[in-house]
């Protein structure tokens, strides 16, 4: 192997490593039945009658998605397998069915796997998944679950990353930056915070919610022009959508939705919560584009499955605008920081 930092993975970076390596499928990497290939969520496969399966996998890895301490089988369980069904139902699609695959040491203890299971069959019940099946593997490095899931969805109803035009507003579900809060918290545990605070923070981040019901009521209205979960972070995905559009998005800092309970840690410990909101990752919250017009119906659909709320935190704009941030003090070029699996932590979550 070559000691030039190019000419390795760490080098090279998640996302260029994923072009790379598409690059090389050629036309095996899209078949006649095939919508969507790599680069969206998940792929889509025409099913016939006017529907598609959505499929995608996701590998949750000990000391990297959860901590190598301390975490409980329960939550890497519901973490690996919600993270999935966060993908699938991103793009309107109901989750149906999964895979589970576990990399295991001879020294992991039985009852950390049986959580594990415990923590998937919680999560698979509450949305109807069937578990059909998986691997297990001997391991002598960190124990992971890696999950493959089926969903399907009406194709009219398909919501891809693809499809934002200039004027559309930026919208996003729930709440920003809980999860890199409850990150720090986990990181950090000689902060002291009230009880509730702390168990919404650090569940954020190790027990994530999956937007299901949102996301299938939105992709209903075929209002939305695109959508994707954010799990690499607003300004990643903005990113992500903009790349795969051809336009540009000014972000509204003034309209970035940040919990109570994520404000009261940031006083505490002296952070701009705006940064868990831009640049933390893994909230699994719904981020879509659509015509200004159609906002009250799509905030109404939100609330009607469960209380939730849509917020407008931007603007899509023409390619030649670029990212941009709209602050207190007028626009500024947009910082892109987001989960890379390759890069330095201080891009992480």
């Known amino acids: 192997m070559s000691g030039d930092a190019k000419d390795t993975a760490g080098g090279y970076g998640e ?13 095996s990497a899209k078949g006649p039945d095939v919508i969507v290939g790599i680069g969206d969520d ?10 598609c399966w959505v499929i995608s996998c996701d590998v949750q890895v000990q000391g990297t998605h959860f901590p190598a301490e ?64 998986g691997n297990v593997t001997r391991t ?9 899931i089926a969903g399907e969805v009406e194709r009219e109803n398909l919501l891809l990353r693809s499809g934002a035009r200039v004027g559309d507003q930026i919208l996003v579900t729930g709440n920003l930056g809980n ?7 986990l990181t950090h545990p000689e902060v002291k915070i009230g009880f509730e605070t702390n168990t919404v923070l650090t569940h954020a981040h190790l027990r994530p919610q999956p937007r299901v019901e949102e996301a299938q009521a939105i992709s209903a209205l075929r209002l939305a022009t695109a959508m994707m979960d954010i799990s690499d972070a607003l300004t990643g995905d903005i990113n992500h959508i903009c790349e795969a559009s051809g336009v540009g998005a ?37 981020l879509l584009t659509a015509p200004l017009s159609a906002v009250p119906a799509l905030q109404e659909a939100v609330r009607s499955v469960g209380g939730g ?20 003090s007028g626009r500024v070029p947009l910082e892109v920081k987001s989960w890379d699996h390759f890069r330095e932590p201080e891009a992480e979550s």
């Open 70 to 133: 301390g975490a409980s089988g329960f939550s890497v369980g519901h973490k690996g397998l919600a993270v999935n069904i966060s993908d699938v139902a991103s793009m309107g699609a109901r989750p149906l069915y999964a895979l589970i695959s576990l990399g295991v040491s001879d020294a992991t203890p039985l009852a950390f796997l049986d959580e594990v299971y415990e923590g998937i069959n919680a999560k698979a019940a509450r949305w109807g998944i069937a578990v059909v099946g």
């Open 179 to 185: 999860s890199a809060a409850g990150l720090y918290l």
């Open 15 to 27: 996302f260029a490593l994923i072009d790379r390596l598409r690059s090389i499928l050629t036309s």
């Open 140 to 148: 002598e490095g960190p124990f992971f679950i890696d999950v493959f």
């Open 250 to 286: 000014v972000v509204w800092e003034h309209g970035l939705p940040i919990s109570t309970p994520a404000l009261n840690l940031a006083s505490i410990v002296q952070i701009d919560p705006k940064e868990w909101a831009l640049y933390g990752g893994e909230d699994y919250q719904l």
């Open 309 to 328: 709320t849509l917020s407008p935190v931007g603007e899509i704009l023409s390619a030649s605008e670029g990212l941009l941030l709209q602050t207190r």
């Open 42 to 51: 998940a792929a889509v496969i025409d099913a016939g009658g006017g529907k």
